[in-house]
T-cell receptor, first 116, second 116 residues
Framework: EPEVTQTPSHQVTQMGQEVILRCVPI?????FYWYRQILGQKVEFLVS????????KSEIFDDQFSVERPDGSNFTLKIRSTKLEDSAMYFC??????????????FGQGTRLTVV | AQTVTQSQPEMSVQEAETVTLSCTYD???????LFWYKQPPSRQMILVIR??????QNATENRFSVNFQKAAKSFSLKISDSQLGDTAMYFC?????????????FGKGTKLTVNP
């Protein structure tokens, strides 16, 4: 069964360093998303991406964050200068169509980011 | 802004019995979707069931069913004949269908343990 793949599963980085989280969405999907989950808290929306541009972003997604689809298969989240509070589980998701139209978002297994 | 509240941080049930997980939400919108996602220890979030707000009939998927009370803004999940594999975090989520928003708004989750 097709699945969303995220790498790495766990990343440790020093405060102030740049980090890139990688995702390979399901191949025929057109919509891509990043969510994050700080330990013990709710899953929060970061950004959605369609047709090579951001379609929606939350207030969490400030100038330190960026997303890119550098080729036909990868979807990346970059954090330019990591802070301690960026430590969280980051989930990538993709969907074939707009989520509401009888389709669903498929989530990856997540990347646990630890900023030290 | 929409909010989703899950008032039960943890629940447990005996195998083969029935359990109901609560979810309430707050929105001024009329056209939206509600979801229940399951997150097993493997961390990957899986869609369990979906409800469209304009449909009065409660959604069902095998052993999973919802009790959708639109006026009360309540969306509970009933799991019948609980199985050990149902042990997971369960997240209730909301998505506004109007305005082209793609984001899911999640509750904090309920940790369900199915005991043998």
């Amino acid at each position: 069964e097709p699945e969303v793949t995220q790498t790495p599963s766990h990343q440790v980085t020093q405060m102030g360093q740049e980090v890139i989280l990688r995702c390979v969405p399901i191949s025929n999907h057109l919509y891509f998303y990043w969510y994050r989950q700080i330990l013990g808290q709710k899953v929060e929306f970061l950004v959605s991406f369609y047709n090579n541009e951001i379609s929606e972003k939350s207030e969490i997604f400030d100038d330190q964050f960026s997303v890119e689809r550098p080729d036909g298969s990868n979807f990346t989240l970059k954090i330019r200068s990591t802070k301690l509070e960026d430590s969280a589980m980051y989930f990538c998701a993709s969907s074939e169509l707009t989520q509401g139209a009888n389709t669903e978002a498929f989530f990856g297994q997540g990347t646990r980011l630890t900023v030290v | 802004a929409q909010t989703v509240t899950q008032s039960q941080p943890e629940m447990s049930v005996q195998e083969a019995e029935t359990v109901t997980l609560s979810c309430t939400y707050d929105t001024s919108e009329n056209n939206y979707y509600l979801f229940w996602y399951k997150q097993p220890p493997s961390r990957q979030m899986i869609l369990v069931i979906r409800q469209e707000a304009y449909k009065q009939q409660n959604a069902t998927e095998n052993r999973f069913s919802v009790n959708f009370q639109k006026a009360a803004k309540s969306f509970s999940l009933k799991i019948s004949d609980s199985q050990l594999g149902d042990t997971a975090m369960y997240f209730c989520a909301f998505m506004n269908r109007e305005g082209g928003s793609e984001k899911l708004v999640f509750g904090k989750g309920t940790k369900l343990t199915v005991n043998p």
